[in-house]
């Protein structure tokens, strides 16, 4: 995979038309933004390019807005056929119902809340009513050097989703050149995130750079020692980086509840642990073949077990080889956080994805907790996978010690896999 990527300082913006695809899915609740790390996060680009005098053409999804429709409103194929096969007396009630949701998806999941933001934030933004339509195309055509408009919620296409090449057509037809930074949804073939850059010259943004800077660096040139630490719920999802991993790393520690299938795998036994019985093959391959590579491969070796899986449920520790029938792991114990801390005390990089046990519960967060304090206080190059690890160092005030917190939880994780990336593909090689 080539991570030597294009970004915006490699090409000439100045006085061209930028269509610019950021992350803006923030959550919103009763008309609010609840967390606009996402749009913060999208400014340093805005901003560089409206320093050179570019004329930016910002575009995003927002949520899952309901799939019939278009932004004329029309149902789509799926749909059409859901109808069709409905009686005859109820189709057209039915078709109303459906084009109903859609209004109500357009105007909850319309983009100007986030133009708004950016406004009120110093970046003045106009709001174009549609996508592709007439009055994207005559806002994007009246822009001036340095100024800054918005196209409405891409998803209200079908055809964003779907890659329609007609449709990244008619998106690359605003502008001249592309400019991805939504890492996000550059595990995503869709038209914004890939398809445009069949048509325009295509670079990347400073929060996509970052992300490949830093998780490419880590795999091809890893300041050593290199831990990766695989927490969260299933080994199979997270078969592929374990197995891309095994072949970078010098030590790989596993918490979470696919720890115990790694156990069960072996014979002891884990009570009623979260299990994944057909993967127990694969989980004796994967310890063989750290083995065979000489990684250091860390398994829990106590835990914090409860009779239900309950946020109040009685619990204990209890040590590994031990767990009782009737009683489930669900965060690992505190020899394990010790054991873990130290490997990774001595780290020269870390990768974490997935929490230790079921952070969610205070009385099971404690591995989770540990884990993150050690990372946050190991000075090592530290990357964290999104989601809950994420959410657990953000929560923690650990934030501002790590590397790089990646915005994207199933994008990083693929990127971990070694997969290449379609909205990264896509993009010029430097
Ligand atoms: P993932 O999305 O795969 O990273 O998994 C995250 C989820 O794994 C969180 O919701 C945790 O509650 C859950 N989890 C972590 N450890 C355990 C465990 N020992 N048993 C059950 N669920 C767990």
Same mark, same amino acid.
């Given at each position: 995979?080539?991570?030597?990527?294009?970004?915006?300082?490699?090409?000439?913006?100045?006085?061209?038309?930028?269509?610019?695809?950021?992350?803006?899915?923030?959550?919103?609740?009763?008309?609010?933004?609840?967390?606009?790390?996402?749009?913060?996060?999208?400014?340093?680009?805005?901003?560089?390019?409206?320093?050179?005098?570019?004329?930016?053409?910002?575009?995003?999804?927002?949520?899952?807005?309901?799939?019939?429709?278009?932004?004329?409103?029309?149902?789509?194929?799926?749909?059409?056929?859901?109808?069709?096969?409905?009686?005859?007396?109820?189709?057209?009630?039915?078709?109303?119902?459906?084009?109903?949701?859609?209004?109500?998806?357009?105007?909850?999941?319309?983009?100007?809340?986030?133009?708004?933001?950016?406004?009120?934030?110093?970046?003045?933004?106009?709001?174009?009513?549609?996508?592709?339509?007439?009055?994207?195309?005559?806002?994007?055509? *009246?822009?001036?050097? =340095?100024?800054?408009? $918005? !196209?409405?919620?891409?998803?209200?296409? /079908?055809? #964003?989703? %779907?890659? @329609?090449?007609?449709?990244?057509?008619?998106?690359?037809?605003?502008?001249?050149?592309?400019?991805?930074?939504?890492?996000?949804?550059?595990?995503?073939?869709?038209?914004?995130?890939?398809?445009?850059?069949?048509?325009?010259?295509?670079?990347?943004?400073?929060?996509?750079?970052?992300?490949?800077?830093?998780?490419?660096?880590?795999?091809?040139?890893?300041?050593?020692?290199?831990?990766?630490?695989?927490?969260?719920?299933?080994?199979?999802?997270?078969?592929?980086?374990?197995?891309?991993?095994?072949?970078?790393?010098?030590?790989?520690?596993?918490?979470?509840?696919?720890?115990?299938?790694?156990?069960?795998?072996?014979?002891?036994?884990?009570?009623?642990?979260?299990?994944?019985?057909?993967?127990?093959?694969?989980?004796?391959?994967?310890?063989?073949? *750290?083995?065979?590579? =000489?990684?250091?491969? $860390? !398994?829990?070796?106590?835990?914090?077990? /409860?009779? #239900?899986? %309950?946020? @109040?449920?009685?619990?204990?520790?209890?040590?590994?080889?031990?767990?009782?029938?009737?009683?489930?792991?669900?965060?690992?114990?505190?020899?394990?956080?010790?054991?873990?801390?130290?490997?990774?005390?001595?780290?020269?990089?870390?990768?974490?994805?997935?929490?230790?046990?079921?952070?969610?519960?205070?009385?099971?967060?404690?591995?989770?907790?540990?884990?993150?304090?050690?990372?946050?206080?190991?000075?090592?190059?530290?990357?964290?996978?999104?989601?809950?690890?994420?959410?657990?160092?953000?929560?923690?005030?650990?934030?501002?010690?790590?590397?790089?917190?990646?915005?994207?939880?199933?994008?990083?994780?693929?990127?971990?896999?070694?997969?290449?990336?379609?909205?990264?593909?896509?993009?010029?090689?430097?």
């Amino acid at each position: 995979m080539n991570y030597n990527k294009k970004s915006v300082e490699d090409i000439d913006v100045a006085g061209k038309k930028v269509l610019v695809r950021c992350d803006f899915n923030v959550p919103v609740k009763d008309g609010v933004i609840t967390d606009d790390k996402r749009i913060v996060g999208a400014m340093k680009t805005i901003e560089y390019l409206v320093a050179q005098g570019a004329k930016v053409i910002l575009c995003s999804h927002m949520g899952r807005p309901h799939n019939v429709l278009d932004a004329e409103l029309k149902l789509d194929k799926k749909e059409k056929k859901k109808i069709a096969e409905l009686p005859a007396e109820e189709q057209e009630a039915a078709t109303a119902a459906a084009l109903e949701k859609g209004k109500k998806d357009i105007t909850k999941l319309s983009l100007k809340i986030v133009a708004d933001d950016l406004t009120k934030k110093g970046i003045p933004v106009t709001l174009a009513a549609d996508v592709i339509g007439p009055d994207a195309q005559a806002k994007a055509a *009246a822009l001036k050097n =340095g100024e800054v408009m $918005l !196209l409405e919620n891409v998803r209200f296409h /079908a055809a #964003e989703e %779907k890659n @329609d090449p007609d449709f990244a057509k008619a998106l690359a037809s605003l502008a001249e050149i592309y400019v991805n930074d939504a890492f996000g949804t550059a595990h995503r073939a869709h038209g914004s995130t890939a398809g445009v850059a069949d048509y325009l010259p295509a670079v990347c943004g400073y929060l996509i750079q970052k992300e490949i800077d830093v998780m490419g660096k880590a795999l091809e040139d890893p300041k050593r020692p290199f831990v990766a630490i695989l927490g969260g719920a299933k080994v199979s999802d997270k078969i592929g980086v374990i197995q891309n991993l095994i072949e970078k790393v010098d030590t790989l520690i596993i918490g979470g509840g696919m720890a115990y299938t790694f156990f069960r795998a072996f014979g002891n036994s884990i009570g009623t642990s979260l299990c994944e019985e057909d993967k127990l093959d694969l989980a004796r391959e994967l310890v063989e073949k *750290a083995r065979a590579k =000489g990684v250091n491969f $860390l !398994l829990p070796v106590d835990n914090v077990i /409860a009779r #239900e899986y %309950k946020e @109040d449920s009685t619990f204990m520790r209890i040590y590994s080889d031990s767990i009782p029938d009737g009683w489930m792991g669900l965060d690992i114990g505190e020899k394990t956080q010790e054991l873990y801390s130290k490997s990774i005390c001595g780290a020269g990089t870390v990768v974490w994805n997935g929490p230790m046990g079921v952070s969610e519960w205070e009385n099971f967060a404690g591995g989770t907790r540990a884990v993150a304090k050690a990372v946050a206080e190991s000075g090592a190059i530290s990357i964290i996978g999104g989601g809950d690890s994420a959410a657990a160092v953000e929560q923690l005030g650990y934030a501002d010690k790590m590397t790089h917190i990646s915005t994207g939880g199933g994008a990083s994780l693929e990127f971990l896999e070694g997969i290449e990336l379609p909205g990264i593909a896509c993009l010029l090689d430097k």
